[in-house]
Each structure stands twice: as C-alpha cells, then as structure tokens.
C-alpha cells in the first residue's frame, strides 16, 4: 500500500467569477503503515488536498496514486453522524458486517460503551468525534483520512482522544494522513510532518521524525517543535481567500 501524490495545481472560482489558487505544487508519498501529518494555516488548502486524495474532487491538476479499491475511512472535521440514528447504527451503517467483538473493543477504546444505544443530540463534541472515529476504524481501513479530529476540544480531551487515536493507529498499522495546524499534535502522532506554506499550498519541508511514537521523550518532542516552528517562522507569508 503506498500512497503518491503530485498536485500541480487546484483552482476554484467565486462567486463573482474571480479564480482562486488555493494549491500551487504539493508533492510527497506514503507507505502502508506510515503516519504523515499535514500542517499548514488555516485557509491553506489542507482539506481541499484531503477530498482530492480520497477521491472526493477530481477536478485538480497533477496525479494521485493509490492501489485501486483501497478500503478509506475518513473523519471529516465535523463528525457528520445522521442525527436519526444511534452511535451504534451511525458506526455500523458504515460497516454493516463488521462483527461485534471488534466493534465492542472499539467503543471501550473510545469511551465509547455506554453510549451506543444514544443519538447525537445527546452527545458533547468530543463524544461525537469519537464516533466519528469508531465509523471510520470500523471499516478496517487501509488508509484512514483525519481532517483536524481534535479541534475545538479543551487540552485535557484532546490529549486524551489523541492517546487513542494513537493506539488505534498502532494497532491496525494503517497507513495514515493527518490534518492539523497544531503542532503538538503533529509530532506526537506522526511519522513524517509536511509544512504547507499559505495559500496557495506549497510543500516547505518534508520532516521525518525517526523515534517511535511511543519512544518520544519530552524532550525530543521540544526539540522537534522547535525546528518546525523555525521553518514555519521563515515562510513569507500571502493574503488569500477564505
């Protein structure tokens, strides 16, 4: 399973006909097992790049490569779940033959055990991107998509979420793309860290981080911080549309 990606170019137009750039050269590969995190500013283009991937807009200039029929799972930034239905129903309408000793050590990773018999309405945001997650591991994905999955959470919920995002990854060895323009997130989840510059998006610097997830000391983490937000410090920066 390997991921290739060249974007040369994508483009959208306003509504008053104006042409917008929003990608202007975005080029890097991912291997089967392999966590890359994307980190870029807001507006940068880092979502539109993630529908492209997961084959969601093909009106774009360049190439990506996937091995055809490649099971996706992805966790869009807000946890879309069908308000209508349960936690369970919202999970297993994505994977309806997934069996239920796999779905139940999901929801106990998840937190998620005693709440599968509830609706949405009923859930914090933090409870409902965890379902968002549950749905998109329950397919058993070979490439899971997350798109900003800890946003908007207080630090202490984001923390923990993303120990367990951290643990279903390492569990199922997916080959994995992360979104987010949180730093700290970026090099305790990560394999590879790739800057995107302001719109439109460009690569800056493709790092990869060589110790384990799980082998990352405070200190390293400090250290890997330090030198992304040195490359982040030296981009010029570029008025764009929202």
Same mark, same amino acid.
């Not at 999901?106 to 509830?118: G, S």
């Not at 060589?210 to 010029?236: F, H, N």
């Given at each position: ?11 959208? $137009? &306003?509504?008053?006909?104006?042409? !917008? ?13 392999? %966590? ?33 029929? +490649? ?6 930034? =807000? ?13 297993? *309408? ?7 000793? $796999?779905?139940?050590?999901?929801? =106990?990773? *998840?937190? #998620?055990?005693?709440? @599968?018999? !509830?609706?949405?309405?009923?859930? &914090? #945001?933090? #409870? ?10 329950? %397919?058993?994905?070979?490439? *899971? ?5 800890? /946003?908007s959470l207080d630090a202490a919920l984001a923390s923990r979420l993303r120990d367990e995002i951290a643990m279903l990854i390492d569990g199922r060895s997916v080959m994995t793309l992360l979104v987010t323009h949180d730093v700290d997130d970026a090099v305790r989840l990560g394999d590879r860290v790739i800057l *995107? &510059?302001?719109?439109? /998006? ?7 981080? @060589? ?6 000391? =405070?200190?390293?983490?400090? +250290?890997? $911080? ?17």
């Open positions: 399973m390997r991921l290739e990606v060249e974007i040369a170019s994508k483009t959208f $137009k &306003s509504a008053a006909g104006e042409q !917008h750039d929003v990608i202007a050269g975005v080029a890097f590969a991912l291997n089967a097992g392999e %966590v890359g995190v994307l980190v870029g500013p807001s507006g940068c283009g880092k979502s539109t790049m993630l529908r492209i991937l997961a084959g969601l807009d093909p009106d774009f200039q360049g190439r990506v490569s996937r091995p055809a029929g +490649a099971r996706i799972g992805f966790v869009f930034q =807000e946890p879309r779940l069908l308000p209508w239905r349960s936690v369970e129903e919202n999970v297993r *309408l994505a994977a309806p033959l997934a069996d239920e000793p $796999k779905l139940s050590a999901l929801f =106990e990773i *998840l937190e #998620l055990k005693a709440h @599968r018999n !509830h609706f949405p309405g009923e859930l &914090s #945001l933090g #409870l409902a991107r965890r379902v968002a997650l549950a749905r998109a591991f329950a %397919v058993e994905p070979e490439f *899971l998509i997350l798109d900003e999955p800890l /946003a *995107l &510059s302001p719109r439109p /998006a460009r690569v800056l610097a493709d790092l990869p981080i @060589r110790t384990p997830r799980g082998a990352r000391g =405070e200190v390293e983490i400090a +250290a890997i $911080k330090s030198e992304i937000m040195r490359r982040i410090d030296g981009c010029p920066t570029k008025q764009g549309g929202s």
